[in-house]
T-cell receptor
């Protein structure tokens, strides 16, 4: 079974700097990883994804990097803004199965 | 406005009293799913449905039931709730192979 692990429960970054959120996975078989962002009292919202055939995907201030040999991916936010303060979940999806396996989440706080 | 609507948003109840959490989506999505979020565990899938009358167990289905009689609705049923089902619940929907849209959550407390 695929496991997704986010080993940092929290991260604090100064506004304008780079935020780097990390995620490790156990099973080499996957189709997509997705990052979701969650504000308090709201449901998670989709942020960015990466497929197994890519090493990098970029969308504005958000970039996800995939290192298949290390079974590791990371989300970079540059520059970090106060509105980025939220909980970020890394998740794995098997294409066609619509099954999401989530990590534990990392709470990102952007300080002014 | 495209949305996934859950009701109630908050509920405090007692052990053994049957309850239903409703979920409705207005995007004509085929796929719907229920998750629970617990501290330190992220979101875990309870049940999912690929289409009307097609449901299957997720990772933590014990103590829960679901039904999918209409495309837009996917209620979560707790026949005999227990305190270990105290959690934050999310419903989600999507087109096949597209990111899921989540509702705003239902916080259940079972005393």
């Amino acid at each position: 079974d695929q496991q997704v692990k986010q080993n940092s429960p929290s991260l604090s970054v100064q506004e304008g700097r780079i935020s780097i959120l990390n995620c490790d996975y156990t099973n080499s078989m996957f189709d997509y990883f997705l990052w979701y962002k969650k504000y308090p009292a709201e449901g998670p919202t989709f942020l960015i994804s990466i497929s197994s055939i890519k090493d990098k995907n970029e969308d504005g201030r958000f970039t996800v990097f995939l290192n298949k040999s290390a079974k590791h991916l990371s989300l970079h936010i540059v520059p970090s803004q106060p509105g980025d303060s939220a909980v970020y979940f890394c998740s794995w999806e098997l294409q066609g199965a619509q099954k999401l396996v989530f990590g534990q989440g990392t709470r990102l706080t952007i300080n002014p | 406005e495209a949305q996934v609507t859950q009701n109630p948003r908050y509920l405090i109840t007692v052990t053994g009293k049957k309850l239903t959490v409703t979920c409705s989506q207005n995007m004509n999505h085929e796929y719907m799913s229920w998750y629970r979020q617990d501290p330190g565990l992220g979101l875990r899938q309870i049940y999912y449905s690929m289409n009307v009358e097609v449901t299957d167990k997720g990772d933590v289905p014990e103590g829960y039931k679901v039904s999918r009689k209409e495309k837009r609705n996917f209620p979560l049923i707790l026949e005999s709730p227990s305190p270990n089902q105290t959690s934050l619940y999310f419903c989600a929907s999507s087109w096949t192979n597209q990111p899921q849209h989540f509702g705003d959550g239902t916080r259940l407390s079972i005393l």
